[in-house]
């Protein structure tokens, strides 16, 4: 009985730990600095509407964040198979949690405007997104250009 009680407790403080380890990790958090720096990205997916966009959609480029929640992109988009050169600038808010929204404007060669929500990964390495348009079906997918870096 007694050893049986000594497992049991030790499996309980050991499940102690592990949720206390798991529980610092995070509250460690994320801000807008945590994206500061120049990310690569790809970008994949469809306009559904409007029509006269409607189509497949495919993008790479890069994308800097000042840390301070300002944005600039430049990019190579293929929207159903015309190439275009894109320019970007926009604002990003990241979240405590490491999620984050974007709205970037496109500058050149149309103007448009797009919302994107992120969640970071690989401790502020890279991000995973996708645009929360209305007829958007697009996803992202960043990794810092320096790891470990911020600028």
Same mark, same amino acid.
């Given at each position: 009985m007694k050893q049986r009680f000594v497992?049991?407790?030790?499996?309980?403080?050991?499940?102690? %730990?592990?949720?206390?380890?798991?529980?610092?990790? &995070?509250?460690?958090g994320c801000?807008? &600095?945590?994206?500061?720096?120049?990310? &690569?990205?790809?970008?994949?997916?469809?306009?559904?509407?409007?029509?006269?966009?409607?189509?497949?959609? &495919?993008?790479?480029?890069?994308q800097t964040f000042d840390g301070n929640g300002g944005t600039a992109a430049t990019a190579m988009l293929s929207s159903n198979g015309t190439i275009l050169? %894109?320019?970007?600038?926009?604002?990003?808010?990241?979240?405590?949690?490491?999620?984050?929204?974007?709205r970037l404007q496109v500058l050149t060669p149309f103007q448009a405007e797009i919302d994107v929500y992120f969640v970071i990964d690989s401790g502020g390495d890279g991000f995973q997104g996708m645009e929360t348009n209305d007829g958007f079906v697009i996803t992202r997918v960043a990794r810092r250009l320096f790891p470990g870096r911020a600028i």
């Open positions: 497992k049991i407790l030790a499996i309980a403080v050991l499940n102690a %730990l592990a949720l206390g380890v798991a529980h610092a990790q &995070a509250n460690r801000t807008n &600095a945590t994206v500061q720096g120049t990310f &690569a990205y790809t970008s994949t997916g469809a306009i559904i509407k409007p029509p006269e966009i409607a189509g497949p959609v &495919a993008e790479v480029g890069t050169p %894109l320019t970007m600038t926009g604002s990003y808010k990241v979240n405590s949690d490491c999620t984050g929204t974007a």
